[in-house]
């Protein structure tokens, strides 16, 4: 049980997270700090927080657990902000995109109480955001990454992951550095390919008429496009050699298209169409395991 959790950031994730531990009873009160009054008092009136703090260094004083749901160019300030009033007790943990710009962010920020900051990435995004966006159950069934600190207590690393675990979620652990470069690749660069494309889109001089054609496969293909531009600002310099590295490669296959394309050569692209179906499936039925 939680006595005190404050969510810094009460949106889709961190007042999700919050509803979640309120409905399975495992969080006494709740406190939400943000930058938005308007955000955060409708997030009182829906019953996501009970409590409204106007900074963060009011509201950690006697918290149990501080859940940082900003976005993660944002989080560098808030560690800055908490560490001289932070209780020895209480336990740190994020739900940034990306890791090692978090930890190197917490290092500096937290200094020697860095162990009770244990680094997590639920994987249940959307493009709605805001205190209206969360709902119980978002996390059921989704992932969520752990990446645990030398700093850290056993029983730190047990909190955190039995509190994603009791919000729905199947909790994994790896290291800071490699979930950078698996989710540049998962995640990341697909939201840097929907943006780029509907803004290529959009800057065409008869681009309504594009957009007035366009199907459920367009719609779909771009959903991501709708996100949050501060947050993914943030994510893709956070992480932009991985995510780069991975624009290079898929710039690569691009390029092969095109030549599959310009010799006519139906064999190859049949080929690529036929692999990347199978893996999609293959991918999909898994989920659903």
């Known amino acids: 049980m ?3 959790l404050v969510v810094v950031g009460v949106g889709l994730i961190g007042g999700s997270f919050a509803l979640e531990l309120k409905k399975k009873h495992l969080v006494e009160r709740v ?8 955000n955060l008092e409708k997030a009182r009136e829906l019953g996501i927080i009970d409590a409204v703090s106007g900074s963060v260094s ?4 006697d918290a149990d657990l501080v859940l940082l749901a900003t976005p ?3 989080m560098a300030e ?7 009033v ?7 943990t994020d739900a940034g995109s990306t890791k090692q710009d978090v930890v190197a962010a917490a290092r500096a920020g937290l200094g020697e109480k860095i162990g009770r900051f244990e680094p997590a990435h639920p994987i249940a995004g959307a493009e709605s955001s805001g205190a209206e966006a969360a709902r119980a159950g978002l996390y059921h069934h989704k992932p969520c990454v752990l990446t645990p600190l030398p700093e850290n207590a056993a029983a730190v690393v047990a909190t955190v992951r039995d509190l994603w675990r009791a919000c729905g979620a199947q909790v994994t652990e790896m290291d800071a550095a490699r979930h950078d470069r698996v989710f540049a690749a998962v995640s990341h660069l697909p939201h840097l390919v929907a943006f780029a494309l509907v803004d290529e889109l959009a800057g065409r001089p008869d681009a309504d008429t594009y957009f007035r054609h366009a199907g459920s496969g367009f719609r779909d293909f771009t959903r991501i496009a709708g996100s949050h531009p501060e947050m993914w600002r943030d994510i893709s310099l956070a992480n932009r050699d991985a995510l780069a590295a991975e624009l290079g490669t898929f710039i690569a296959k691009l390029s092969s298209l095109r030549e599959m394309l310009a010799a006519g050569d139906s064999q190859a692209l049949e080929g690529l169409f036929a692999r990347a179906r199978q893996a999609r499936h293959t991918w999909i039925k898994g989920r659903q395991h």
Not at 78 to 84: C, I, L, Q
């Open 86 to 92: 932070l209780s020895p007790d209480c336990i740190v």
């Open 58 to 61: 009011q509201a950690v004083g």
């Open 31 to 38: 406190t939400g700090v943000g930058r938005s009054r308007a």
């Open 78 to 84: 808030v560690f800055r902000a908490m560490a001289p």
């Open 72 to 74: 993660v160019g944002a």
């Open 2 to 4: 939680i006595g005190h």
